[in-house]
């Protein structure tokens, strides 16, 4: 039985890992999306974390903590500079610039000699554990929870829901705007400095377009209303392609696109009828039995 | 590990005559199952090496288990997809290694995540054969249990612009590579190595990114240094394209391209332009030894057309039944490794292959030419 | 220089034609679909396999491609968008189900197709080559670069000249006000997305003739160079989209002449900020309209 144990965890240990630090992620999606903000930079700042965490442990020999702490603070220093002037742009505007910038730093990693370009930085020692990656996680929950409930939570809805009248009111929108993208920053730097010494090594073809699409998809698919919702749409998500792994082979779906295929239509399937996300199943479906018509299909999901 | 084909429960008589039927009757009662993990890209950017090298992988255990080299044993591919990601290839290995308990991996399409998932079985001593991998450092250097099948270009591409330079004396070359690529990025620096201690100058280099298609500003600007040569590191994708841009913009200098341009993608989609192109290359698909031959009749007989990965990976499914044959055992991790350290000019479509004491594949490679609309030997 | 300037206009063209219809959606229902890039390599394959299995020619097959391509942007209107219409957040929800799309058409072509990179057969479009002032072009190059005005032309005709025109940009400018004047929303947006995927597929059948580079992954190419070019041209704005798309060429090969190659997406991404961050309008669009 231990041994079953033993083999259930050895073979998961990875996914569920990567559960915790998807999970960061999309937190980091979250606290822009919070505010009614679509900034898209997070790749970029996950790739920050990631390389400065790295070359602290490789070639400073610090301490795995400190570590960590620069690879958090570094992205939310450099979120400043470049918050002031996207910030006010508004809507797909503020993505694609913040797309921008994610592709620079991943193309300034590539034509970097120092951090070995493309090949990327091998062999980092493994010091991040599964534990250490749900504390953080813990953590950042707890935190952007109590913000919610907070004075500063109010703030945050009122900017999301109309900004200029938020201003009126005497909110100082951009403060607000600015502190949550650091926020976010810091949580892609953190996740990005687990991840690189979970997994030996870091590259910058892991901080792309796609990266940041997939914690966009992680947050709303999971429900970006509540704080939790981000974190179960990570799990959701990075559990499918291990479920199909385990479930087409014996509808007889071989590895290979047709899994893509059901990859993309669940996603699908998901954002057209749960629109506030996974989180709303429970009362979606409470809903269905007591015959009504579930609340939220015209609410926003944000 | 050991999985028992026929239910013990099963009537004699039925089991007697399915022995009479069966081609290999010692097998058929107490066969030990012994089960290969191969991570290959079956989607994402790399798929298009994950499809011929799961051909491969196919193709020989099905020609190992026909040929009764291990009596007793049957090879069983456990295939899975990584998705071109580190992420899943992780988790491809934890299951190969902990549910499936395969004796052997092979290694993931790309370098990358390589670099990610060795080391997982390193520490859990599975061996894995490493049948794409080409970066030369965070590889093999894992550890004891990683070994590599596909030369890297460091092997192939130094000897190959000797062979040329002895053949067309030029004094200037240009460098052309895919700078978002560990691959490519690593062809090129043994492409400059090998420049640079040769003595030839290089008039210039230019890059371009894997998902690009157009490569003409690169080739003008690159033409206009006038170099006698043009080396170029590029995946099979991106070969054709930069081929026939250069000629049609009028450029008839030579060209010589690494290990993505070994394929039959590459004449395909470049056509004419393809003509007299050199190809430093692991796997010299016209060599007219058996082992190749009857590999290129194998594969021929299953409808694909096979290209440098797919033999790599036939090879790499060789290499592990050999290393089992050689330990004497049933096929645990043990001896597999164990058969490994002992594996020396073993006969497979790459040519007489052995590992050098760093795990590194040993085997001859070659320079090609296109002539005539197919690859040929250059003398 | 002359031929760098021929590489710029001839990859300029390439951007402005995927750009077009990219634009159009974008300009029209403030959208980013994320489908297009797959529509556009979807369309590819639909013209390879007229050619290749039904012996077509390039001039027939062509045509059914593009409508076939905007026949699939139909569906992907009624899949995709419309059940999301009504919702506060569609421009974050649709780009999310058009990527859902884009997933499950690039695996359909990957299962059909395989990953393997096709082209269509050898001499399907003569290239050859013409000798200009300052370097070469080919015939193939020329048609396309002609294709591209063509269809630019023809797309203001009917945005500025038509009923059907009229009415997108009234849906363009207001929605409800439309639906007041008596406008069929639903349909006008059905049309815009035929329209744009006509033209993503055009832009594909081209692109596939010009590189001869055939693949399910084709689109990621040209999906972030389009995003940079609609931008840069000014939300929903065609001239715009097409100096943007001549810039945006003329510039990377400029970078690639004289910086190099490595330096070129850089470049563009930062320019791409910078555009957004000191004239948030792109180069043609209204002002004011980015701004929060």
Request: net charge positive.
């Amino acid at each position: 039985m231990t041994e079953r144990l033993a083999d259930f965890y050895g073979t998961y240990q990875s996914t569920i890992g990567y559960i915790g630090l998807n999970g960061l992620l999309a937190l980091s999606v979250y606290t822009t999306l919070s505010c009614g903000q679509l900034a898209l930079g997070n790749a970029g700042f996950m790739a920050i974390g990631a390389y400065a965490a790295v070359l602290l442990t490789m070639e400073a020999h610090v301490p795995f903590g400190l570590s960590l702490l620069a690879g958090t603070l570094l992205p939310a220093l450099v979120a400043v500079p470049l918050g002031l002037p996207v910030l006010r742009l508004k809507g797909v505007f503020l993505a694609i610039a913040t797309i921008g910038f994610g592709e620079v730093v991943r193309l300034s990693l590539v034509n970097s000699e120092a951090v070995n370009g493309a090949q990327g930085i091998v062999a980092i020692p493994q010091k991040t554990s599964v534990g250490l990656i749900f504390a953080a996680l813990a953590l950042a929950v707890a935190l952007l929870g109590r913000l919610k409930g907070s004075k500063w939570g109010f703030a945050l809805e009122a900017i999301r829901e109309d900004e200029p009248a938020a201003r009126t009111m005497g909110i100082p929108t951009g403060a607000y705007k600015l502190s949550m993208l650091a926020l976010g920053a810091a949580l892609a730097g953190l996740a990005g400095a687990l991840e690189a010494h979970f997994t030996f090594m870091v590259a910058p073809n892991g901080f792309g377009f796609d990266r940041v699409v997939d914690m966009l998809v992680f947050a709303v698919v999971g429900g970006s209303g509540v704080v939790f919702g981000p974190v179960v749409g990570a799990a959701f998500l990075t559990l499918l392609p291990e479920v199909l792994r385990e479930v087409a082979p014996m509808v007889g779906i071989e590895p290979g696109p047709l899994r893509m295929a059901v990859d993309g239509l669940v996603l699908l399937l998901v954002i057209l009828f749960l629109p506030n996300g996974i989180v709303s199943l429970a009362g979606v479906i409470r809903a269905r039995r007591s015959g009504r018509r579930p609340a939220g299909g015209t609410e926003s999901t944000r | 590990m050991r999985n028992h084909r026929l239910a013990p429960g099963l009537p004699r008589t039925f089991a007697a005559g399915l022995a009479l039927v069966s081609l290999w009757p010692a097998g058929a009662f107490a066969e030990t199952v012994v089960k290969i993990g191969a991570a290959l890209s079956m989607t994402g950017p790399a798929a298009v090496y994950g499809a011929t090298q799961k051909a491969g992988i196919l193709a020989a255990v099905e020609d190992v288990n026909r040929s009764g080299k291990l009596p007793g044993i049957k090879l069983e591919a456990v295939i899975e997809d990584d998705a071109s990601t580190k992420e899943q290839g992780i988790a491809v290995y934890q299951r190969f290694i902990n549910r499936d308990k395969v004796s052997a991996i092979i290694g993931p399409t790309l370098s990358n995540t390589a670099t990610a998932a060795d080391p997982l079985a390193q520490a859990a001593k599975v061996p894995v054969v490493a049948v794409s991998n080409t970066a030369p450092v965070g590889i093999t250097d894992i550890g004891t249990y990683i070994w590599r099948v596909s030369l890297t270009e460091g092997q192939v591409i130094p000897g190959a612009l000797a062979r040329l330079k002895a053949k067309l004396s030029f004094k200037k070359a240009a460098l052309f590579y895919g700078n978002d690529d560990a691959f490519t990025q690593a062809g090129y620096k043994v492409m400059k190595g090998a420049l640079d201690a040769a003595g030839i100058p290089i008039a210039g280099t230019q890059t371009f990114a894997k998902p690009d298609k157009d490569y003409s500003a690169q080739l003008t600007a690159l033409k206009a240094l006038s170099p006698d040569i043009l080396l170029v590191s590029a995946l099979a994708e991106n070969a054709a394209g930069i081929v026939a841009q250069a000629r049609q913009l009028g450029w008839n200098v030579p060209i010589m391209g690494g290990n993505g341009f070994n394929s039959p993608a590459f004449i395909k989609n470049a056509g004419p332009a393809a003509e007299g192109v050199y190809v430093g290359t692991a796997w010299n698909k016209v060599s007219t030894d058996a082992a190749n031959q009857a590999f290129l009749a194998g594969m021929k007989g299953r409808g694909v057309d096979p290209d440098q990965f797919c033999a790599q990976a036939y090879t790499g499914i060789l290499v592990i039944a050999e290393g089992i044959r050689l330990s004497g055992g049933k096929g645990s991790r043990e001896d597999v490794r164990n058969g490994f350290l002992k594996l020396k000019n073993l006969t497979t479509p790459l040519g007489p292959f052995s590992f050098t004491k760093d795990r590194d594949g040993e085997h001859p490679s070659s320079v090609q030419i296109v002539r005539d609309g197919k690859f040929q030997i250059v003398p | 220089m002359g031929q760098q300037i021929i590489n710029g206009l001839f990859l300029g063209s390439i951007y402005a034609l995927f750009a077009l219809g990219y634009t159009l959606v974008f300009g029209v229902l403030d959208i980013l679909n994320l489908a297009h890039a797959a529509i556009f390599m979807l369309a590819t394959f639909a013209a390879l396999a007229l050619v290749t299995t039904f012996h077509f020619p390039i001039f027939l097959a062509l045509p059914a491609a593009v409508l076939f391509a905007g026949l699939v942007g139909i569906v992907l209107e009624r899949v995709a968008f419309r059940p999301l219409r009504s919702r506060a957040d569609s421009n974050i929800s649709g780009l999310i189900s058009s990527l859902a799309v884009a997933t499950i058409l690039e695996a359909v072509a990957l299962e059909v197709w395989g990953p393997n990179i096709s082209r269509f057969p050898i001499g399907t479009l003569s290239d050859a080559r013409v000798a200009i002032p300052g370097g070469v072009v080919s015939r193939l190059q020329l048609t396309i670069i002609a294709v591209a005005v063509v269809m630019f032309l023809a797309l203001t005709w009917l945005l500025t000249r038509t009923r059907i025109g009229r009415e997108v940009r009234a849906v363009a400018e207001s929605p409800r006000a439309a639906r007041v004047l008596g406008v069929n929303v639903d349909r006008v947006i059905a049309s815009t997305f035929f329209l744009s995927s006509a033209l993503g597929g055009a832009a594909g059948v081209l692109f596939g003739l010009a590189f001869n580079s055939i693949s399910p992954d084709m689109g990621r190419s040209v999906e972030l160079k389009g995003l940079a070019v609609i931008i840069l041209g000014g939300m929903g704005s065609m001239p715009g989209a097409v100096l943007a798309g001549f810039l945006l060429g003329l510039t990377e090969v400029f970078v690639v002449a004289h910086l190099g190659a490595s330096w070129r997406d850089a470049v563009s991404f930062a320019g791409l900020f910078l555009i957004l961050v000191l004239r948030p309008q792109g180069l043609l669009g209204a002002a004011g309209a980015r701004e929060a």
